[in-house]
């Protein structure tokens, strides 16, 4: 019986001890809670307070995000219209690199082109090269052909010209001296007592000398090489065109026939003594001279 009474007891303090650890729990619980209740209550206050917070900045953002959202439009219209602008661009350098792609294409095939153009050409040079050494050879030897002909020509020029002159022959000078009381003397050669110089000579020509009028000139020079007796006129000499004075002068008619002719020039004053030259011109052209001597 004591025992059941013990253990009877035993449980009771075990359910005391239970219940008392309860209250103390649910003490302790509404402490707790109590304790957060207090909390709650303030951070609810601190939470609407930071909610009216939230939504005055959430107002504010929204109106920044409508300034925005138009800025942004614009940006968007603005870069829309880059972006159009740029692939305009694009495409514009496209088709001009496809253009010059297709002309620097053109142009690679036109190099090639005159680069064999060139080459062609190059070899068509050396030739004409060569050709115009072998023509400058044959102009040479031309050249040397042509000088010699002219030097032929020329020499039968001056072979034909001299085969046309007439040519003076026999040419035949007689001096005379006046006497009053013996007879008249002829081959004086004492200067001083020359009074006449007779001059004869014959023309004629070869069968290349055209006939016709010929006009002959006679020069007497004294012995520093004057003309002596000059007379007005002059006429010109073939060769230099110088105008020369003449001592006589004559006009014959040729024929193909040898002409005789003969001057008679008269010496008034005395004349000194030296060489004297007798010059025939014929139409200009110089014949042929004769020279004498008187002491």
């Not at 520093?224 to 002068?249: H, K, Q, W």
């Amino acid at each position: 019986m004591n025992e059941e009474r013990k253990q009877r007891q035993g449980n009771l303090h075990i359910w005391l001890i239970v219940i008392a650890v309860v209250l103390l729990l649910s003490i302790i619980g509404n402490i707790i809670y109590m304790i957060r209740s207090g909390r709650m209550a303030d951070e609810n206050e601190m939470l609407a307070t930071e909610v009216q917070s939230l939504q005055n900045e959430n107002l504010i953002l929204s109106e920044t995000i409508e300034i925005k959202d138009g800025v942004i439009e614009e940006h968007q219209e603005a870069l829309e219209t880059l972006t159009e602008e740029h692939e305009e661009m694009i495409r514009e350098k496209d088709s001009r690199i496809a253009y010059f792609s297709r002309r620097a294409s053109a142009s690679a095939d036109e190099l090639e082109e005159q680069k064999e153009l060139n080459n062609d050409l190059g070899i068509r040079i050396e030739e004409l090269e060569d050709m115009h050494q072998q023509v400058l050879a044959e102009l040479n030897d031309l050249k040397e052909e042509k000088d010699a002909l002219s030097n032929a020509y020329e020499q039968l020029t001056a072979r034909a010209a001299e085969a046309e002159a007439m040519k003076v022959y026999n040419i035949f000078v007689l001096t005379k001296w006046d006497r009053f009381i013996c007879a008249d003397r002829y081959n004086v050669s004492r200067a001083r007592r020359v009074d006449h110089t007779f001059v004869s000579f014959e023309l004629d020509g070869t069968i290349f000398t055209p006939e016709g009028s010929k006009d002959v000139h006679v020069l007497l020079l004294n012995p520093v090489g004057e003309v002596m007796y000059p007379s007005a006129g002059t006429f010109t000499i073939e060769g230099t065109e110088e105008e020369s004075a003449y001592t006589l002068a004559r006009q014959i008619g040729y024929a193909h026939e040898p002409v005789h002719l003969e001057f008679d020039i008269e010496h008034e004053e005395r004349l000194p003594a030296g060489s004297y030259t007798l010059e025939i011109y014929i139409d200009g052209v110089y014949a042929r001279s004769k020279e004498f001597t008187l002491e």
